[in-house]
């Protein structure tokens, strides 16, 4: 077996990478790329390399190069030597090639020159056959642009100008014979297959005019169209007089046939705005300027500005006068569908009729009547949409530009405007009262005035009320009504916390804003009525007044009445956060009375460092009065105004803010006490060390500090018999159980008894 010799490997470094390698940032195929720069390459390269790395290696390049170059050589260089003896009688053969090759090239010049020509004259040839087709297309399209004016002319000529010729075109479009002649008198007698004939005549001119259109269209800028202007323009004139007097006639007569062919031919020239303003003022102004003239000076008898019973009125001449041209435009495949007689004709006389004939209709200044005509007219145009025949024609008819300014004359924002200042402007009318205002004569047991106490309460509740009324809301700004509506209920929330908030300010010396003088003044029994008027407006949100809301809503979707509701009931929320602060502020003013009787306190430290008086066996007599204004407070008549959980809340809350106050008087007076005595007995002690007399301890006496304390200790317990009369478990106050650790004696100070 031989031996196989494996290349020599490279040598490599201790990475296994060729001594001899190049660098990664060395790329030898950058030289060869078509748009190499050197100057720009070295440039790139100095960034982040050594010039002296980048010398030496493209000095080591270069000889590698070379080496590589020379190998090439020397590899190759015996066929190099050699080919030169083997290149003998080259220039004989290359004069013999030349010779045919020449000869060659000449016979394609000729043959690309004749090619050439041919196919110019194709060129030529083919344009002068596109010239001659469009010649050709323009002399024909010329041609049938004078056959339909000659023609269409000839068709006018055999129109009648006047009723009287019908005879005579009655004549000329039947013919001499005795048929005819029989034919054309019965129409005559008649008048009804005249008109018809009439309007099959127009229809058939119309659709001539309309193809004349198209020509004219493409060949308008021609001088033989130029010249035939004139001819062009009277025909269409005599085509629109004829059109008229025929649709005129068949309005007259209501001749379904004869309206059907003329409204085709009007379609047909696309003049659908002539049949419509001819049939407003031939038919629609006559009817409507007898229900509302345009001057108020014609008007017969009232001159009221209550749109209601003429509507009554139109409506009853739309189903006598116009129904028949509302049902022949809107038939099924009639292809009549482009023409609008409720909006441009009917809709449109309507409204020039209210400008010009009642003005004052449309005046926001006197929002009832301004509301009853709005809803009137919504009612009425909800009456036309009754003769759309679709959907889409509903949408139609609401997207003409007549119908938009008919809904422009009723600006709603005025009125809206209007509302605005008289609901809200009552409310904050009664609420810049410097004082509430309690109503006359109120009785719970029989129910009051919205079951509120307060003038502000229920001008809050009548606003409230008064945004969704009848006679009030506008359906299309119901949004606008709910945001006044909570707004309302804002401007009351923020009246009702100002308020407290400032006359809270005010107890530490901090002046009153204008607009909440009421709650400086205001006194406890003001605040039952506040409290009772929110908890009931409480219970109105929450119930009653959002169902009367979302009844009114109810052609909304669910979302949107959910959303209504919502955003009530999180008004109502606001009032709620309210009860809490006026409930302390109830209890605050009770306390700061009943402080009036805890004063006598300091009286008892008086009683006992002036004389030697005994041990007291009974408590103090203001202790009696210490629960004296919470009990008158519940016993008067006006606090049946509040609920048993707010009442029993008042009362807890009471007795513990009064307690909390006792104590606190209590505490401090037992630790001045006290400490006066600490230091009185150290001065003793201290006297009795100099004099080096001892004090005689075999009988014990009862000093005055034990004294107030058995004393406080009696009338604490008569203050839980009080709070225990009132219904109020002492135990159950945290300050009372402290009251009662403050001034019990050490074997009674765990177990609370009285």
Avoid at 128 to 146: C, G, H
Avoid at 623 to 651: C, M, Q, T, W
């Amino acid at each position: 077996m031989a031996d196989i010799h494996m290349p020599p490997r490279p040598m490599t470094d201790i990475f296994g990478d060729p001594l001899d390698a190049s660098p990664l940032w060395f790329k030898s195929t950058s030289f060869l790329s078509p748009d190499f720069d050197s100057e720009s390459y070295i440039a790139d390269l100095r960034t982040f390399v050594p010039i002296e790395s980048l010398r030496s290696e493209l000095r080591s390049y270069l000889a590698s190069l070379k080496t590589d170059l020379v190998d090439h050589l020397n590899r190759d260089y015996a066929d190099f030597v050699s080919l030169s003896t083997r290149l003998v009688d080259v220039d004989a053969a290359v004069a013999r090639m030349r010779a045919p090759i020449g000869e060659l090239r000449e016979k394609v010049a000729v043959l690309r020159n004749s090619i050439g020509e041919s196919l110019e004259k194709l060129k030529d040839g083919l344009r002068q056959r596109e010239e001659a087709s469009d010649a050709r297309e323009v002399l024909e399209l010329l041609l049938d642009t004078f056959h339909v004016v000659s023609k269409v002319e000839k068709l006018i000529k055999e129109l009648p100008s006047t009723p009287a010729d019908w005879s005579t075109m009655n004549a000329s479009c039947f013919g001499n014979d005795s048929l005819s002649k029989e034919t054309s008198l019965q129409q005559i007698e008649n008048g009804t297959n005249i008109r018809e004939t009439q309007g099959i005549l127009l229809e058939r001119i119309a659709s001539e005019m309309n193809r004349l259109k198209f020509y004219i269209a493409h060949s308008q800028d021609l001088p033989f169209i130029k010249n035939m202007e004139k001819r062009i323009q009277s025909a269409s004139s005599l085509l629109d007089a004829g059109l008229k007097q025929c649709f005129v006639a068949g309005l007259e007569h209501q001749d379904p046939n004869t309206i059907y062919n003329c409204l085709r031919a009007y379609a047909a020239i696309d003049n659908t705005a002539g049949a419509e303003e001819i049939f407003r003022t031939t038919i629609v102004s006559l009817l409507v300027q007898k229900i509302i003239p345009y001057s108020p000076s014609e008007a017969d008898g009232s001159t009221s500005d209550e749109l209601e019973e003429d509507y009554q009125q139109i409506m009853k001449f739309i189903d006598t006068d116009c129904k028949f041209l509302l049902d022949i435009s809107s038939s099924a495949n009639s292809g009549l569908h482009v023409f609008d007689f409720l909006a441009n004709s009917i809709l449109k006389e309507i409204l020039l009729a209210i400008q010009r004939g009642k003005p004052g209709a449309l005046s926001p200044g006197k929002p009832n009547q301004f509301l009853n005509n709005y809803k009137s007219s919504m009612a009425f145009l909800a009456y036309l949409e009754g003769y759309c025949p679709s959907k889409s024609a509903v949408l139609k008819f609401r997207s003409e530009g007549i119908h938009a300014d008919f809904m422009k004359i009723w600006n709603v924002g005025v009125y809206f405007s209007l509302r605005f200042q008289e609901i809200a402007g009552a409310l904050d009318s009664a609420l810049t009262s410097s004082n509430i205002t309690i109503l006359q004569n109120l009785d719970k047991s029989q129910g009051n005035y919205h079951g509120l106490t307060l003038k502000q309460s229920t001008t809050l509740l009548d606003s409230l009320r008064s945004c969704w009324k009848e006679d009030v809301l506008v359906f299309s700004y119901a949004d606008k009504f709910l945001r006044l509506c909570l707004q309302l209920l804002s401007r009351y929330s923020t009246w009702l916390s100002s308020g407290l908030a400032a006359r809270k300010a005010r107890n530490i010396g901090t002046s009153t804003p204008p607009g909440y003088e009421w709650a400086i003044n205001v006194s406890a029994d003001d605040l039952v009525y506040v409290v009772h008027d929110v908890d009931f407006l409480i219970t109105e949100l929450a119930n009653n007044y959002p169902n009367s809301v979302t009844q009114l809503l109810q052609s909304c979707s669910d979302e949107v009445c959910n959303l209504v509701e919502q955003s009530i009931l999180h008004a109502g929320e606001s009032l709620k956060n309210m009860v809490p602060t006026i409930m302390a502020t109830m209890i605050e003013i009770i306390a700061e009375k009943s402080e009036e009787n805890l004063k006598q306190l300091k009286g008892i430290t008086a009683t006992y460092r002036v004389t030697n008086k005994p041990p007291p066996v009974r408590h103090s007599a203001y202790v009696s009065g210490i629960l004296h204004p919470l009990k008158v407070f519940l016993n008067r008549d006006h606090a049946s105004y509040l609920s048993n959980k707010l009442r029993s809340e008042l009362l807890h809350g009471a007795a513990e803010k009064i307690t909390s106050r006792y104590y606190e008087q209590v505490s401090e007076l037992v630790n001045n006490l006290r400490k006066a005595e600490s230091s009185l007995q150290r001065l003793r002690q201290g006297a009795q060390r100099r004099t080096g007399v001892s004090s005689d301890l075999s009988e014990p006496s009862i000093s005055n500090t034990d004294k107030i304390c058995m004393q406080l200790f009696l009338d604490a317990q008569e203050h839980g018999r009080n709070l225990a009369s009132l219904g109020v478990t002492a135990v159950d106050i945290p300050t009372f159980c402290s009251l009662w650790r403050c001034v019990a004696p050490p074997e009674s100070e765990s177990k609370i008894s009285f």
